[in-house]
């Protein structure tokens, strides 16, 4: 199985879901990101569908928004 | 690891996240419950935080709403 990626931004939202992601599918199958820092790579984010931070992008491209906190517009400020 | 509850209501939304969700925790790993069919697990539900379906409760108790098929208002109809 190819990684998910675990796009976030370091709210407390995103870190709870984090802990909880990488329990559930394991630290190995999940990539994760800060694009509150890693900000080169919000675009690629969008691009693959992400609307809110958390959220999961899965191996098959599949977008998976996990609960809610904040938007992709609120991340870039 | 004791199993997460992925609850749903059989809607388009709900059949994506949960064939997603199967693929990356692994079939074994969590029990799927049709709320729209098993009514008398909204309670439990709702009990567990759970605001909207699809929704996933892991196994420590938290809730991950995945993104947005219907609100349990929506449920009970």
Do not use: Q, W
Request: aromatic share 4%; hydrophobic share 40%; proline share 4%.
């Amino acid at each position: 199985m190819s990684k998910s990626i675990f796009y976030h931004a370091g709210c407390p939202v995103c870190i709870s879901a984090e802990h909880d992601i990488i329990e559930l599918v394991g630290k190995n199958n999940v990539e994760v990101v800060n694009i509150g820092e890693i900000r080169n790579r919000i675009e690629e984010a969008e691009k693959a569908g992400v609307k809110s931070v958390p959220a999961m992008v899965t191996p098959t491209g599949n977008v998976l928004h996990i609960n809610y906190g904040a938007s992709i517009a609120d991340v870039k400020g």
